[in-house]
């Protein structure tokens, strides 16, 4: 069973950053793929950003691609996401989510990873 908490989020002005960061429980975090997705509301949950293992590997949805920068410190159990030049279509609840299986690269579905944490509203205003 792993742990996730996410916090970070917020309401910040079209042009801002914001920081997310991902604590998880258990001592074979670095064991696991991680990702983070968004649901806006009225929408699916949608793949955002995803590191591997070592955090050697990153993984972008197209829409975030060059704004966001994911992230990992395996000694502190934690995965981040940067978030910068944000725009109103990323207000969302962001949610990172564990993939247990050995990929080679990373899933971008929902139904691939394993463990969820309960979400951090993020707001951006115009």
């Known amino acids: 069973q792993v742990q996730l908490v996410e916090s970070g989020g917020g309401l910040v002005q079209a042009g801002g950053s914001l920081r997310l960061s991902c604590a998880a429980s258990?001592?074979?975090?670095?064991?696991?793929?991680m990702g983070w997705f968004r649901q806006a509301p009225g929408k699916e949950r949608e793949f955002v950003a995803a590191?591997?293992?070592?955090?050697?590997?990153?993984y972008y949805a197209d829409s975030v691609k060059g704004r966001f920068t994911v992230s990992r410190d395996n000694a502190k159990n934690t995965v981040y996401l940067q978030m910068n030049s944000l725009k109103p279509e990323d207000t969302a609840v962001y949610s990172c989510?564990?993939?247990?299986?050995?990929?080679?690269?990373?899933?971008?579905?929902?139904?691939?990873?394993?463990?969820w944490g309960q979400g951090t509203q993020v707001t951006v205003s115009s």
């Open positions: 989510a564990v993939d247990r299986a050995m990929r080679s690269s990373a899933s971008y579905r929902t139904r691939d990873y394993d463990y």
């Open positions: 258990g001592r074979t975090f670095s064991g696991y793929l």
């Open positions: 590191v591997s293992r070592s955090g050697g590997s990153t």
